[in-house]
């Protein structure tokens, strides 16, 4: 009898120490998750090169293409980090306002509307406001400068997505340039 009782304490001992790892170390899983995922958001936004190299993967670059893209990426995260520290822009603001932005996506409202209901939410002001949209700015202009880079071939092999983002500020800024001028010239005329 004896045996037999050493065996079932021995086996719960056992058990019960299986059972303190598993535990343990699926603690330990879970606090290294985040802090991985926040690593790798935090490299997503300091390395624009990779998100324009990943949307032109399917091209065929050059060596010297992708060098010249990874030296415009490196400038423009630069000029871009630069001006979010001085606006006081965190990472924190930037994490609310991308939730903010997926749970409004599919309101039904045009993007100027989610943008400014955004920028509410979260109380920005005008010159963090400004600062966001001269980013997006620069973030289009990469795109576009890189897609100059390409070879007619390469550019034929462009979704056609890529190709409107990469062609848009060219016709909206000429058409609301030339609105502009045209309600000052109709103003004056008045």
Known sequence: MKK?????????????????ALVLS?????????????KNNTAARKAPAANVLNQLKDVGLTEEQTT?????????????QA??????ITPEIMKKRA????????SGKKPAEISAAINEKLGLTKDQIAVLKKSNARRA?????????????????LPERLVKMASRGDDARGKAKG??????KKTEDN
């Open 4 to 20: 037999t009782a050493l065996k079932k304490t021995a086996l719960k001992n056992t058990l019960l120490g299986l059972t303190c």
């Open 26 to 38: 699926t603690a330990s899983i879970a606090e290294d998750a985040p802090e991985k995922k926040r």
């Open 68 to 80: 010249e893209i990874q030296s415009l990426a490196k400038k423009t995260a630069a000029e871009t």
């Open 83 to 88: 001006a979010l520290k001085e606006a006081g």
């Open 99 to 106: 939730a903010a932005q997926k749970e409004l996506k599919e």
């Open 141 to 157: 202009s990469l795109l576009k400068n890189a897609v100059a880079l390409l070879t007619e071939d390469q550019k034929a092999k």
């Open 179 to 184: 609105k502009a001028k045209s309600k000052k």
